[in-house]
């Protein structure tokens, strides 16, 4: 059994869902203006590795940065990690088999795909029937770009 989060001892290895639950604005963000931009496709996270460190408490700031990968270049993204030697063959083709049933599906007005990346780790999380919208987010953002800006740019 997996002890509760814990502000004062770190996240205990599982750190996607606090992660994702204090970005999802800039995630849906980014999601919502590359799908306006290039229609359906998933957003890449590229989290600072130190993420997974057990000493990381959630008032920790953790680098990452985010872009949106259209639906035709996912297949050669994630083919570049087999090829590198980052992840095997099987890994890539179960990724890919997986990534695009969901593509194809999401309603991109309620839904992400996202692609957490932390060296050696890659993960795909489908964020179904969110409660804020990936519109909402994007508003959001809008409206309070000074806060966000420095997260979002390169």
């Given at each position: 059994?997996?002890?509760s ?16 639950h204090?970005?999802?604005?800039v ?7 590359g ?5 359906r ?13 057990p ?20 297949r ?12 095997s ?12 049933p ?15 990346k ?19 987010c994007?508003?959001?953002v809008c ?9 979002l740019?390169?």
């Amino acid at each position: 059994m997996r002890p509760s989060n814990s502000v004062w001892q770190g996240n205990f290895g599982y750190w996607q869902n606090s992660f994702i639950h204090n970005n999802l604005l800039v995630i849906g963000y980014t999601g919502w203006q590359g799908f306006q931009s290039f229609g359906r496709g998933v957003v890449i996270c590229d989290v600072d590795t130190k993420v997974t460190h057990p000493t990381i408490t959630s008032l920790d700031t953790v680098p990452f940065t985010l872009q949106f990968l259209p639906s035709d270049l996912i297949r050669f993204y994630l083919r570049s990690f087999q090829d590198c030697g980052a992840i095997s063959q099987s890994i890539c083709s179960s990724m890919i088999s997986s990534i695009f049933p969901a593509v194809v599906t999401y309603n991109p007005h309620q839904d992400i795909l996202l692609v957490l990346k932390a060296e050696p780790q890659i993960e795909v999380n489908f964020l179904h029937q969110l409660k804020i919208t990936p519109a909402d987010c994007y508003e959001q953002v809008c409206k309070r770009w000074s806060e966000f800006k420095p997260s979002l740019m390169p």
